[in-house]
């Protein structure tokens, strides 16, 4: 148990279904992350909130949409997505976003198919 | 542009010493971080440097140079629980962490 937990750890959706990925820290922890992660290549920011405010939204499509609703929880909820969105997303806190020594906590990740 | 280098794949020996390089370019910076990553599980950090030198811990170190936009982990002892990718990135001025693509390491007994 890592103190980040995402669920689910596997989602397979078709281009027209909505669904959510759900992140839960309970490490008292005030900047939460989410990530995209794809093989072979560098870990992609998509959207940071520090104290459950967005601080940072890396031009990411809206059919991804965040939410915040209190510091332990952060979703990412996903609509009409494309086939090349299929990639492990990756939840991450620490305890702020803006300081040298910032160490990320991850969560396992959720793998996501698209189809 | 700011750009992270670390070579794709290494393989290794159990019981012996690897090096994993990782060279940068990046506009300012306020430290460079390691993770490690077993495969279908969460990154986990192992180090943090800002300043030149070694950091020692247990049979993993990890060394910057600053003026030569360079670091190395090393691993000693190497364990097959040490198959994993390893993640570099460097925190820029701005705060925002920088990533490379990761290093694949392979154990062979």
């Known amino acids: 148990e890592t103190g980040v937990t995402q669920t689910p750890r596997h989602l397979v959706m078709g281009m027209t279904n909505k669904k959510s990925l759900k992140c839960e820290q309970h490490?008292?922890?005030?900047?939460m992350y989410w990530y995209k992660q794809s093989a072979k290549k560098p870990l992609e920011l998509m959207f940071v909130?520090?104290?459950?405010?967005?601080?940072e939204n890396n031009s990411v499509p809206s059919r991804f949409s965040p939410e915040c609703p209190n510091s332990s929880h952060l979703f990412l909820h996903l609509h009409t997505l494309q086939p090349e969105d299929s990639a492990l997303y990756l939840c991450?806190?620490?305890?702020?976003?803006?300081?040298?020594?910032?160490?990320?906590?991850f969560g396992a990740g959720s793998r996501l198919t698209v189809l | 542009g700011q750009n992270i280098d670390q070579p794709t794949e290494m393989t290794a020996t159990e019981g012996a010493i690897v090096q994993i390089n990782c060279t940068y370019q990046?506009?300012?910076?306020?430290?460079l971080f390691w993770y490690q990553q077993h495969a279908g599980e969460a990154p986990t950090f192992l180090s943090y440097?800002?300043l030149d030198g070694l950091e020692e811990k247990g049979r993993f170190s990890s060394f910057l140079s600053r003026s030569k936009g360079y670091s190395y982990l090393l691993l000693k002892e190497l364990q097959m629980k040490d198959s994993a990718s390893y993640l570099c990135?460097?925190?820029?001025?701005?705060?925002?962490?920088?990533w490379g693509a990761g290093t694949k390491l392979i154990i062979k007994p």
């Open positions: 490490l008292g922890h005030n900047a």
């Open positions: 990046t506009s300012g910076f306020n430290g």
């Open positions: 440097n800002v």
């Open positions: 909130y520090s104290l459950e405010e967005r601080v």
């Open positions: 990135a460097v925190m820029d001025s701005n705060y925002q962490l920088i």
């Open positions: 991450a806190s620490s305890q702020d976003e803006s300081s040298g020594a910032n160490v990320l906590t």
